[in-house]
């Protein structure tokens, strides 16, 4: 993870805030850098623009939540789409108390600012592979027809489980929600699974 000195740190905790109340575009450096106690010259200063305050901040926030991400272990026996389920459900715990974060990635995701689009997507491509790989990394592929390789069935599970993050994990959604369509999810991602066994 990046170090920032104590002002730049200050500064992307108060921009957490703002971006992830009122998002980039209403999001306002005046008001940035008053909450943080410090000139919107000093702001500039560290980070240049607003659009690479809003990268930087989006970033600091992404890589704690790849490191606590890093922290879990799962029950034994688990498939894969079972662990990305126990995974989906921790975020949800996770983000219950951090809302500003949740807000600030899922702009970032869904609609970042031209300028850092690519820079964005590449970075959540990184996070996207890297936990993939961690759920399918002992995939047995014996079980599945020649005709697929390993890295299709990966791509093609992460297709499913991302269609189907889309499709739930709204804003307001509760856990108690997800457990009540678990079955029904779980369904899902097998029909997509057998669709490529032998």
Do not use: C, H, W
């Given at each position: 993870m990046k170090e920032y000195n104590k002002t730049a740190l200050k500064?992307?905790?108060?921009?957490?805030?703002?971006?992830?109340?009122?998002?980039?575009?209403?999001a306002s450096t005046n008001t940035i850098s008053k909450n943080a106690g410090v000139s919107k010259g000093v702001v500039f200063l560290h980070f240049v623009s607003k659009?690479?305050?809003?990268?930087?901040?989006?970033?600091?926030?992404?890589?704690?939540?790849?490191s606590e991400i890093e922290k879990l272990s799962f029950k034994e026996n688990l498939t894969f789409y079972e662990k990305a389920f126990e995974l989906t459900y921790w975020k949800m715990d996770?983000?219950?108390?951090?809302?500003?974060?949740?807000?600030?990635?899922?702009?970032?995701?869904?609609?970042?600012?031209?300028?850092i689009k690519e820079?964005?997507?590449?970075?959540t491509d990184k996070l996207s592979k890297m936990t993939i790989s961690w759920?399918?990394?002992?995939?047995?592929?014996?079980?599945?027809?020649?005709?697929?390789?390993?890295?299709?069935?990966?791509?093609?599970i992460s297709y499913a489980l991302a269609g189907l993050q889309q499709t739930?994990?709204?804003?307001?959604v509760t856990k108690e929600y997800l457990m009540s369509i678990r079955?029904?999810?779980?369904?899902?991602?097998?029909a997509v699974v057998k669709g490529m066994k032998k």
């Open positions: 500064i992307i905790k108060e921009s957490l805030v703002e971006f992830g109340e009122k998002g980039y575009i209403n659009v690479n305050l809003y990268y930087e901040t989006f970033i600091y926030y992404l890589e704690e939540l790849v996770y983000f219950s108390t951090r809302i500003n974060e949740m807000n600030l990635l899922m702009e970032a995701l869904s609609n970042p600012p031209l300028e820079k964005i997507y590449s970075q759920f399918v990394g002992d995939l047995d592929m014996s079980e599945y027809d020649p005709l697929y390789t390993k890295e299709e069935v990966v791509k093609f739930i994990l709204k804003p307001g079955d029904e999810s779980l369904k899902y991602i097998e």
